[in-house]
Structure formats: C-alpha cells, structure tokens
C-alpha cells in the first residue's frame, strides 16, 4: 500500500494535476475504491491535494517549494544569516508588514522586544511574534492556506486597505530575469503586490537558491525592491542585476 501511494503522490508531482480518469490507467490492477481511499489519506498527510476529478501537486497549490513544514528545515544557517542581517534594518517606534514563509518565520523568531507595530500574513510568524510584549501585532484576515500556513486573498486585501507601511520585509519564492519575483499562486501575488504599493521601503528575504528558479504570477522586478537581504552567496549576475537597479544587497 505504501508504495503505491509513493507512486501516486510520484505521478502528481511529476503532471502537476492528474485526473482520476489518469489514476486508473496507471494502476489498473487498482479498484476505484482503493485509489479514492488512497488519494483521500494522502491529502490527509499533506503529500497531495484533493481536487474535483482527480488531485493536484501541493507544490502547485501553495506556490512555494513544498510544505511550510517541510522547507524549515532546508537552508537552516542560511535563513538564520538572514534573519540576522534583516534585524538591524529594523527601527523602533514603525511600521513593518512581515510576509509569510519559513524565512520570514525564522526572521520573526529573532525579532527584539521593542515598540512598534507587526502586521503579518504567516500563522507561524505570528506564533513566533507572540512571545514580544512591547509591538502590537495583527495577523491579517483573508482564506487560510494549510498547507504554507498563511493567509491571503480578497480579504486580506481589504485588511491592508487603508493602512501605510515602513517597511515591507517579503518573502521570496523564486526570481528569475525573465519574471523577476514571482510565486505560485495568484492571490499571493496580489498581496505581495499591494503591500508593495503600501511600503515605504520592500525589503527583499531571499537565500540564494531562490535565483534562477521560475514560478508562475510575476509579483514585481528589481526595480521595486530597495534591499535584498542574503546568505551571501548570490551569483554575479543577480548582483550585477542589482546594482544596475540601484538596489542595495546585504
């Protein structure tokens, strides 16, 4: 049984969305019964998501490079380099919009105790904010994604409406040149998009594995980034890319 469901979860990854139609010509030794049990205990675990007629790769779904869960763990040192860059750009007594992501958690996880206000779109963000007593923290409103265990989408749209921030510290999901910052899903995009049309200053996380990857809704160029805050290993192009933009690299 294990193993067919590692193939199953095998096949969706490798199409991106698999109909069930797709699911009985590749297992036809396979009752329809069997497969809908398994493609319901799969969702279940997080490995694929259930859609009408089939199912689709988490990957697809969220717009990110796996399980919130599953990326902590990835680039620990990295993240934790970034976090600590990022940290000294931060200024009492302001305003930050804080993104979602596992490097904006790690990020949130060193944040010090000081008076200002955190709006975020991560639940894990906001875990992590809560243990400070001195910044009034708001997790914004919109659907929830339980799978990057964020929040976006029309109402979380609504939720930013009227406000104005200092800085905008966004997660980052790929950039390449062609698409420049991009991610995975339309509605956070949008949000990206307008907490950049909000935001003082957009303050790019990214390690370096996120150059030359390629994701579907273009969030915005260099152009629109004033930092990029790094691990240190960029690649020359990028930062030549950078530099042409007159965006400053940490």
């Keep these: 049984m294990e193993e067919r469901r590692n193939a199953i979860v095998d096949l969706v990854n490798a199409m991106g969305t698999v109909a069930f139609r797709q699911l009985k010509e590749a297992f036809p030794n396979v009752s329809e019964m069997t497969l809908r049990t398994d493609l ?78 955190i709006f975020t779109s991560g639940l894990t963000c906001a875990a992590e904010l809560a243990r400070l007593e001195h910044p009034e923290v708001y997790l914004i409103g919109g659907k929830l994604n339980r799978y990057s ?42 949000l990206k998009r307008a907490c950049i049309e909000r935001a003082d200053e957009v303050i790019a996380l990214m390690d370096t594995s996120k150059v030359g990857t390629r994701s579907t809704f273009s969030v915005c160029g260099l152009d629109q980034i004033d930092i990029v805050v790094s691990d240190g290993g960029l690649p020359r192009e990028f930062l030549q890319a950078c530099a042409n933009n007159g965006v400053e690299v940490l």
Excluded at 149 to 160: E, F, K, T
């Design 149 to 190: 265990m964020s929040v976006n989408g029309s109402q979380s749209l609504d939720a930013i409406q009227d406000l104005a921030f200092d800085q905008y510290f966004m997660g980052v999901t790929g950039y390449s040149p062609r698409t420049g910052f991009a991610c995975g899903a339309s509605e956070e995009a949008g």
């Design 40 to 117: 319901k205990a799969l969702d279940a675990e997080g490995r694929i998501v259930r859609i009408h007629g089939g199912a689709r790769s988490v990957e697809q779904i969220i717009g990110t490079d796996g399980l919130l869960s599953t990326r902590s763990g990835k680039n620990a040192e990295a993240k934790a380099l970034i976090a600590s860059k990022a940290l000294k750009l931060v200024r009492p007594n302001t305003t930050v919009f804080l993104d979602s992501g596992s490097t904006a958690t790690s990020f949130a996880s060193a944040m010090a105790d000081e008076k200002m206000l």
